[in-house]
């Protein structure tokens, strides 16, 4: 069903063409005619829009909301005249009329939009903001983008965390046919931050959780966050649990109320705990492939698996110094790992993550090289005592 007659189309696209000026004088009446034109039409519309059929109750949203559309159509093909076909037109003896019509026309159906969105209010989210308002909107959003930008530069918030969320929403104002929905988020959303007087890193990512900031360089900051500590984790079994208790708490989070980003594919909620889940379930079988490893032999006690009295950064220092000084290969350094990771223990890391003990080998802490010398100065006064060493260099 086309509400709008092909009389208000024609003119739009033909009679307002810009190419229809050139070499033509227009008299005061040509000019109030046109304004009375569009007035009647934007009444008749009005009038119609009201027997839409069921469109009270919502159960034909797309016919109205292709209405809006259609009318938003018209204004940016009117704007379109007013802006990059200026040229056309700014010479002409009637250039003051000219544009005063032009901006007439833009804003009778800036008028007529906002009658049917108020009208029907579900439409407004779903609808584009025309060219004509467009500059305007975006100014307000880029005033909002600048506030948000200073308040958390002040913040001691993650750095890259900070950036994300800027560029996030820069790109959220930049988008191509920007639509009232999206306005609304931006600008909802940037409250909400601003209103925070003490935000921090885990509050900020709480929020945008909460309100679906479902971009994929903040998913994909979540992830990489979280492998970075459980890399940090040497446990296998503290592994499971830390993810047990992010996945509680990503549960909660999803009961408070919050905003929905227009244009995001998927649910963050899902997203993040889908990949929380399928973590746990690596982790989980890791387990039982090396549980089956050690009890495949009845000497998996005493000759797969062996204590290590040593915590498991300073295994990790130990490892890589034999590494370092040729005692062990540089080659397949990942797979040394994982050996030293499948047949050893320490006393209280029943399965070591290969990945952390590697790790852990290269970020080695002061207390934990102290410690290590220790160790060593021991041995050597072992072999001084036993071997009679003392006096030799």
């Known amino acids: 069903m086309n509400l709008i007659s092909e009389q208000l189309q024609l003119f739009v696209s033909d009679s307002l063409n810009p190419q229809k000026f050139a ?16 007035a009647n039409e934007s009444s008749a519309l009005k009038r119609l829009s009201a027997y839409f059929p069921n469109s009270k109750q919502g159960k034909n949203k797309t016919g109205i909301v292709k209405l809006v559309n259609q009318i938003v159509g018209l204004s940016n093909l009117v704007n379109t005249y007013l802006t990059k076909f200026h040229a056309v037109w700014k ?9 005063a019509n032009y901006q ?11 009658d049917l969105c108020r009208a029907y209010p579900f439409a407004k989210g779903l609808v584009k903001i025309t060219y ?16 948000l930008t200073e308040y958390l530069r002040k913040t001691s918030i993650d750095e890259d965390l900070k950036e994300l969320v800027l560029d996030g929403i820069s790109q959220l104002i930049h988008q191509k046919d920007l639509r009232w929905i999206d306005e609304a ?3 909802e959303l940037s409250v909400i931050l601003l209103s925070k007087p003490e935000l921090g890193t885990k509050q900020l990512v709480e929020i945008l959780i909460t309100n679906n900031f479902n971009i994929p ?21 503290e592994q499971q649990e830390i993810l047990l208790a992010e996945k509680d708490q990503l549960f ?22 889908q990949f929380l889940s399928e973590k746990y379930l690596f982790i989980r079988q890791l387990l039982k492939l090396r549980r089956e490893a050690a009890l495949d032999n009845e000497r998996a006690k005493a000759g797969i698996r ?38 050893f223990y320490t006393p209280h890391t029943l399965f070591m993550s290969a990945d952390s003990l590697q790790k852990k080998s290269t970020d080695v802490e002061f207390s934990t090289a102290q410690k290590m010398k220790g160790h060593l100065i021991g041995m050597l006064n072992w072999l001084n005592t036993n071997f009679n060493l003392s006096n030799y260099n």
Request: with cysteine.
């Open 217 to 237: 360089e903040f998913f994909h900051y979540y992830v990489n966050s979280w492998r970075k500590r459980l890399s940090d984790i040497p446990g296998l079994h």
């Open 132 to 147: 004509y308002n467009l500059p305007q909107v975006k100014m307000q959003l880029k005033g909002q983008h600048k506030l």
């Open 252 to 273: 909660n989070l999803q009961f408070e109320k919050g905003l929905q980003l227009p244009a995001a594919s998927s649910v963050l909620y899902n997203d993040l705990n």
């Open 91 to 99: 010479n002409h003896p009637q250039v003051d009329e000219i544009k």
């Open 104 to 114: 007439y026309t833009c804003n009778v159906f800036e008028e007529l939009i906002s």
């Open 185 to 187: 988020y931006i600008k």
């Open 306 to 343: 062996f204590l290590m009295n040593l915590p498991v950064p300073q295994f990790s220092l130990f490892i890589r110094m034999q590494i370092e000084k040729g005692l062990l290969p540089k080659e397949n350094v990942g797979d040394l790992f994982s050996f030293f990771a499948l047949h």
């Open 23 to 38: 070499g033509n004088h227009f008299s005061n009446k040509e000019f109030e005619d046109w304004r009375a034109f569009l």
